[in-house]
């Protein structure tokens, strides 16, 4: 493994500047993170072969004054966002923080506990799980809501509640309407691409310490155990609705379209208490996430916080999410929710003000100031979202990826225009002394994009790739987003050591087990190699006789669809079976012997399977990012 190197002159005295430049001496949100703390984290989350999935102790060394190879800010936040314990919220409330990137929150009810949000993995469910009863007593689960369709929220069910719990009817799933559809499809259609990057987003693979990862802003990083999911068993459709579970009254707020496709808010009456899902953090979010997703609604994010405020703002004595710490204090917990409700409303009508105007989303991006009560608020600064990535995401939600130049209309592909740049450069070496002068003069984002194009002409130039790792090692030391320190960092990493793959996967087997018949024609038709399929014909019935539906399944001209609709004639093969068992066709039953296995019939030419299969054409895990 390579040796990090230290951080230039150039980034000392950035970091030194920033620390003049915001109030450090505030201390308010040291308190509030270490309120109410019951017992810290004793031990790491191990799997059955020892593999280590969690341990938070890695980030003990965030801590004291930051180091000169970190932003003095995101420290800041990592030293917060890495207090790790069972945390008393109010009395009746208590959440588990520091076990995985997210929080779970328990509320007592009259013999049991309500779950709010699972974490990522299982284990680390049942780890936060055993923490709170080791100190609260054995309460039994009487319903789990996951707050939206995030993996974050939902994957550790597991280690909570068992299908069969759910199934007898013993615990309740709570879920915001069209959870299922989103959390599945996020994780399944899009998920080998999401999942590489996420590998860069939350630097999963990068050791830790002060040159390296020191946390995601919004949390640490990400677990690596087994992330699962149970079916919600009631979904919640209105702003207003109420549920009562185990005498735990529950009032919630639909927020579609905000930091999740499918999200709710949730208020406690009888503890004072609104859970904000993740719509009102510590930090300016995400709209849109580095890893990737659809692009989310600013505006409806403001609105909806305003609605918050105006339901229970007159009440309400604490707020706490499913990350970060809580506020407490009604006048304290308005300010909270109005700042963050000022900075995406600020964002959008800003974005909208000046691309009437004629500008881009990169030259919005630099135009772009806060006003100064909210860039010197903490909770919206930009740990986890940025301002320069989420305008150009308000642009691109607007107006689309082009800008209007038609020279961009049709640019060359980055191997094609690098080639092109070192040629007019006068070849790779002067690109290579361009960028280094670039460097040395502590030019790094111009460093950047001269050593990326020598990197794209010519991948195994090693003074190329040296002088494009220690610009990226530079701009990630600088960065105050956790999420740019991580992707710097890891483009470094991988630029000196070889790519690290996909060290966190979310399309897991519970995942895929929810996927409906259409959703998963629609995963299998994604995997079509369109020009390898141009002269493949074949059709497919499927069967199912638990639910009496059927589909017939079509590929033609490089497309495989389907229909729902009666067909004339008969299909070329027919697979009888049940809607439970029908996922496994994605996880590559399409021979005779994993139909078997999957308790699949076939009737039919057995051949034409073998021809789909033929066809289909996987995502790369492990797909290069910067390199060619």
């Not at 689960?141 to 759910?166: C, L, M, N, P, R």
Request: aromatic residues 8%; negative net charge.
């Amino acid at each position: 493994m390579s040796t990090p190197k230290p951080a230039t002159p150039t980034i000392v005295q950035q970091q030194q500047a920033l620390k003049q430049s915001l109030p450090f001496s505030d201390t308010r949100d040291f308190e509030d993170a270490n309120r109410g703390l019951v017992a810290a984290i004793e031990a790491p989350v191990l799997a059955d072969d020892g593999t280590v999935l969690w341990d938070n102790s890695t980030y003990d060394f965030v801590t004291g004054e930051a180091p000169d190879t970190v932003n003095p800010s995101l420290w800041r936040q990592s030293t917060l966002a890495a207090t790790d314990g069972l945390f008393e919220v109010v009395p009746g409330i208590y959440q588990v923080r520091g076990m995985d990137l997210s929080n779970t929150s328990f509320v007592e009810g009259d013999e049991g506990v309500v779950v709010i949000d699972t974490l990522l993995s299982a284990e680390t469910g049942a780890a936060a799980l055993a923490l709170y009863r080791k100190h609260r007593g054995d309460r039994p689960v009487k319903a789990v809501i996951y707050t939206h369709s995030h993996a974050d929220h939902f994957g550790g069910v597991k280690g909570f509640v068992s299908q069969e719990e759910v199934d007898a009817g013993a615990v309740k799933i709570f879920a915001p309407e069209g959870f299922i559809e989103h959390a599945v499809s996020e994780n399944v259609y899009a998920g080998t691409a999401m999942n590489r990057r996420a590998g860069y987003m939350y630097g999963a693979a990068l050791a830790r310490g002060p040159q390296g990862g020191v946390g995601a802003g919004l949390g640490q990083t990400l677990s690596i155990g087994l992330v699962s999911l149970i079916a919600p068993t009631d979904l919640v459709t209105t702003t207003g609705h109420e549920e009562v579970v185990d005498g735990v009254r529950m009032v919630f707020q639909m927020a579609p379209g905000t930091e999740a496709p499918s999200e709710m808010l949730i208020y406690l009456p009888d503890f004072r208490a609104l859970c904000a899902a993740e719509d009102a953090t510590h930090n300016l979010h995400n709209l849109l996430t580095l890893r990737g997703a659809v692009v989310r609604d600013p505006k409806a994010w403001s609105n909806y916080l305003t609605e918050t405020i105006d339901l229970w703002g007159a009440d309400v004595e604490v707020v706490f999410a499913s990350h970060h710490w809580p506020t407490w204090g009604r006048e304290r917990v308005v300010e909270f929710l109005s700042l963050q409700r000022d900075l995406y409303g600020y964002l959008h009508d800003q974005t909208l003000r000046l691309l009437n105007k004629g500008l881009t989303g990169p030259e919005i991006a630099e135009e772009m100031v806060l006003p100064p009560a909210l860039e010197n608020a903490w909770s919206t600064r930009g740990y986890y979202g940025s301002v320069s990535h989420n305008v150009k995401a308000i642009y691109q939600r607007y107006l689309g990826w082009f800008d209007g130049n038609p020279a961009h209309l049709w640019e060359h592909v980055p191997v094609e225009r690098a080639k092109r740049y070192a040629k007019l450069a006068g070849g790779v070496d002067a690109l290579v002394a361009n960028a280094r002068e670039a460097f040395d003069a502590g030019d790094y984002r111009w460093a950047a994009e001269v050593a990326n194009h020598a990197v794209f002409a010519e991948p195994d130039h090693a003074d190329a790739r040296e002088v494009l790792a220690d610009t990226y090692e530079q701009l990630g030391y600088g960065s105050e987003n956790g999420t740019w320190r991580d992707f710097y960092l890891s483009g470094a990493t991988e630029l000196r050591d070889g790519q690290f793959g996909t060290p966190t996967e979310t399309t897991a087997p519970d995942v895929i087990g929810q996927l409906t018949p259409a959703m998963l024609f629609d995963a299998i038709a994604i995997t079509v190699n369109g020009p390898k399929a141009w002269d493949e014909k074949l059709s497919i019935d499927v069967a199912l006789t638990d639910v009496d539906e059927r589909y017939r399944l079509r590929l033609a001209n490089g497309v495989l669809t389907y229909s729902a609709a009666p067909q004339k004639g008969d299909a070329d093969v027919t697979l009888t079976t049940t809607k439970r068992a029908l996922p496994a066709l994605a996880t590559g039953a399409l021979t005779a012997e994993g139909l078997a296995q999957a308790g699949i019939e076939l009737s039919g030419d057995a051949s034409v399977l073998g021809r789909l299969a033929a066809v289909l054409d996987p995502g790369d895990k492990n797909f290069a990012i910067v390199t060619p």
